[in-house]
C-alpha cells in the first residue's frame, strides 16, 4: 500500500517559468492538502482539495498559484511565473474524510528557483 | 486565529538524558492536537492524536499529554535516532491542520 507520492522530488526552475508538482493521494483517501515549509519556518497551509472541487485556498497566494485535484490522475500545484522566493519545499498530505483526523505526508517536493 | 507555539525552538541531549517539548496553543473548539516527527529532507511522520484534556499516548521513548492549553511530549532515555524535528499541530472542526514551528531535537551520543 503505498503512501502520498510526490513528484518530482526536486524541481529547479529558472525566474519567469512554471512548475508543475504532482500528488497521488493514499489509496483510499480523497482529500488532499497542499503545505509550503521555508526553512526555519512551519509548514504553512496552502490549499484543500476533494475530487474536482477546491475546499478551502485561503493560504493560496492570490497570484500565479493555482491547484486541481481532476476526477482522474493526481492533484497538481502549479506556479506560475516563479521568482527567488517561491524557493521551499512543497508538501502533499491526504486523509480519509476529516472526521478521522490526521495526514498522511508525502516526502515532498523541493523546489529551487534560479 | 489558531496559533501554536512550540519551544524550545531547539533542545540538544546527552543520550538517557529525559526531557519535555512543549506546544501552546490557541484554538476555538480544538478537535484535535497533533504530533509528527520530521527528518531531514523528509516529510512529516505521524505520532500521535490527542483529543482531549488529560488525555495521554504513549510509543516507544515518547509520551505525549493534552491540557486545556498545551501539550507536552516527553522523551524519556532518549537515544541519537531520536534526533529530529518534532511537529505540534491543531486541528479545529473540519479546518486544515494549523502547525507549530517545531523542536529540533539532537541527541549526542
Known amino acids: 500500500n503505498a503512501g502520498v507520492m510526490q513528484n518530482p522530488r526536486h524541481l529547479v526552475r529558472r525566474r519567469g517559468q512554471e512548475a508543475r508538482l504532482r500528488c497521488s493521494p493514499m489509496?483510499?483517501?480523497?482529500?488532499v492538502y497542499w503545505y509550503r515549509q521555508l526553512p526555519e519556518e512551519g509548514l504553512k497551509f496552502m490549499v484543500y482539495l476533494q475530487k474536482e472541487n477546491i475546499i478551502d485556498e485561503s493560504g493560496m497566494p492570490k497570484e500565479r498559484f493555482s491547484a486541481e485535484f481532476p476526477k482522474e490522475g493526481p492533484s497538481i500545484l502549479r506556479i506560475q511565473q516563479v521568482v527567488r522566493g517561491d524557493s521551499a519545499a512543497y508538501f502533499c498530505a491526504s486523509s480519509p474524510p476529516p472526521e478521522v483526523g490526521g495526514y498522511t505526508f508525502g516526502s515532498g517536493t523541493r523546489l529551487t528557483v534560479v | 486565529e489558531d496559533q501554536v507555539t512550540q519551544s524550545p525552538e531547539a533542545l540538544r541531549l546527552q543520550e538517557g538524558e529525559s526531557s519535555s517539548l512543549n506546544c501552546s496553543y490557541t484554538?476555538?473548539?480544538?478537535?484535535?492536537l497533533f504530533w509528527y516527527r520530521q527528518d531531514p529532507g523528509k516529510g512529516p511522520e505521524f505520532l500521535f492524536t490527542?483529543?482531549?484534556a488529560g488525555e495521554e499516548k504513549e510509543k516507544e521513548r515518547l509520551k505525549a499529554t493534552l491540557t486545556k492549553k498545551e501539550s507536552f511530549l516527553h522523551i524519556t532515555a532518549p537515544k541519537p535516532e531520536d534526533s529530529a524535528t518534532y511537529l505540534c499541530a491543531v486541528q479545529a472542526g473540519n479546518t486544515p491542520l494549523v502547525f507549530g514551528k517545531g523542536t529540533r531535537l539532537s541527541v549526542i551520543a
Open positions: 489509496k483510499g483517501h480523497s482529500h
Open positions: 484554538v476555538s473548539g480544538l478537535r484535535g
Open positions: 490527542l483529543y482531549s
